[in-house]
């Protein structure tokens, strides 16, 4: 297992440079008087694709070597990652396919082929997923690129706090959503090297929080089945982002439904911006813990903006 | 009628400046290439408060000699005036009254009143309305702010397209939504003397084409009981944006119903941003006519962001 290091990092951040947006911070004084904090929100919402897993994604496709970027990249994911995935793959020019179970939401696969990409539907079931992928790598010999598990995407997804604390001085604490840990991974690997004194805390929703209770166990515990509003976050830790969460982050917190949507609510009304029911989380447990956050600068990773406008969770 | 001149939108800045946001100019690459313009929208959704309103209502609160200062300021509005008017006057420190209609959303009596503001209800009829607002002055010497026939009003508005050309050079044109035409005789008093070659444009729903019909007839036609998703742009032009309007503007453009929402949701989604009906009559237009914008450098104010979540207009 290879672990991305520092310069890992700070080459990715060079790589990926002409390809993503360094995202604005944005803040709120209502949000700062609510919580007794201030709070600074890097707004990976704006990200291209709409989600900061356009960074990772990047990074996986821009160091691939001529040869093999011919043959293209593939990913299962029906979420973020295999639209970030085709949009690099895109601006590459490069073939990118991206297996989906033919139940996923026609948003999320219109998503991917806007980008270029090429959806391959399977079943809704993993022994299906896993045949039909392995069949598309054995035809095309796509570079597979995991959402998460991989280093090339954990040393893309640090690119993202180590923009924030250029932006924002003096931070105590950075919050994100953790899934499968790609952003938490990438924010301990960056912080624990540039900014050792700034604490990471990791949110999650307590309708899925195995990612809580492994950090609790001290070893890797999936959830069976989970279900929440915060449907990026259902993925469990796999053992590269395992290795990031042990190691560096203080704190995983958690939140109920209704605390997520009341928080994502909060957000879209005061601060007028359009994100995910994940980037919610993060705010959720800051103003469920206000003994961990009160008087701390923080920074606080808004995750991603691809949200259905016709299914939100407030109106359902 | 006193026209308020250049000296007052730059005393207006250098005197709103500690209040509001210098705010952000977004940019979107699939709206570019959906209309073949380069489009930079100045985002006053992140305003304070919600809206460029709050700029002249600023203007004129932070304007008042102490004396009257201390007897308040006074409007009717149930929109974004009345709030932004009771933001300005907590900053200062000042009594605020609003009169509404009591069949006014509860949430817009809430954000005049969360700023310190006190509602005053009246029948929801024009006649009731003056009966009560004239009380209310009567009583308290409350100095009136129109929500756009006012100098002060219109000089706060300007500041808005000052920013915008320090912050995007070369443009070629600006559009912005009108209703009483406030931000659009603002835009025209900086523009008309700064920058006369960009060219303005105002947006307006076909259903409250008041403007529109007004700008081909010469002369002021107010709309009988206009209906339209855009509800910030019902009002009527006066005397003194019509001065503005007549002497400054390029074209009015007009949207339908179902143009205005298609633009609306096409802005949240792909710019993740929270806007107004309103603020999407614009992009609505540009939309529409390809042959004024295509190839130029277009400024589009995104006027306001205070939606209500629980009633938007592609879910009902």
Same mark, same amino acid.
């Given at each position: ?9 700070? @080459? ?19 949000? $700062? ?8 929100? =890097? ?10 897993? @356009?960074?990772?994604? *990047? ?5 691939? *070597?001529?040869?093999? +970027? ?7 994911? *029906? !979420?973020?990652?295999?639209? #970030? ?10 073939? #990118?396919?991206?297996?989906?179970? %033919? ?5 999320? &696969?219109? +998503? ?12 809704? *079931? ?25 280093? %090339? ?6 690119? #993202? ?14 919050? +994100?959503?953790? !899934? ?7 924010? #301990? ?9 700034? &604490? ?11 990612? @809580? ?10 959830? /069976? ?8 976050? &259902? ?15 203080? /704190? ?10 009341? +928080?994502? =609510? ?13 980037? @919610? ?7 469920? $813990? ?15 903006? $691809? ?10």
């Amino acid at each position: 297992m290879y672990i991305p290091t520092l310069d890992d990092m700070i @080459a990715a951040r060079a790589r990926i440079d002409a390809h993503i947006h360094n995202t604005p911070v944005l803040t709120s004084r209502m949000l $700062n008087e609510l919580t007794g904090a201030e709070l600074f929100f =890097k707004c990976e919402n704006f990200q291209k694709a709409g989600a900061f897993k @356009a960074r990772g994604a *990047s990074n996986a496709v821009f160091g691939l *070597s001529d040869a093999q +970027a011919a043959k293209g990249v593939a990913t299962h994911s *029906s !979420g973020n990652h295999g639209t #970030c995935l085709s949009y690099a793959a895109g601006r590459r020019g490069i073939p #990118c396919t991206v297996v989906m179970p %033919r139940t996923a939401p026609q948003a999320k &696969k219109d +998503a991917v082929r806007g980008y270029g990409g090429r959806v391959v539907e399977c079943e809704p *079931s993993t022994s299906s997923r896993e045949a039909v992928f392995a069949e598309v790598v054995a035809q095309s010999g796509a570079e597979f690129v995991h959402p998460y598990n991989d280093p %090339r995407v954990i040393a893309g997804q640090a690119t #993202c706090s180590a923009e924030l604390i250029e932006q924002v001085a003096d931070l105590d604490a950075v919050i +994100a959503p953790i !899934g499968g840990g790609g952003m938490v991974s990438g924010t #301990c690997l960056t912080l624990s090297n540039l900014a050792p004194g700034i &604490k990471v805390y990791a949110a999650e929703p307590l309708n899925a929080d195995d990612a @809580a209770r492994s950090f609790r166990a001290g070893h890797i515990i999936a959830d /069976d089945a989970p279900d929440t509003v915060a449907d990026g976050l &259902k993925v469990p830790l796999k053992e590269l982002t395992w290795h990031f969460v042990r190691n560096h982050v203080t /704190d995983i917190l958690t939140a109920t439904e209704e605390e997520i949507v009341d +928080a994502m =609510k909060l957000i879209w009304k005061r601060m007028k911006i359009v994100m995910e029911a994940s980037s @919610a989380v993060p705010l959720a447990t800051i103003i469920k $813990n206000p003994e961990v956050f009160a008087g701390k600068r923080v920074g606080v990773i808004i995750t991603g903006g $691809n949200v259905d406008l016709d299914k939100l969770p407030w109106n359902t």
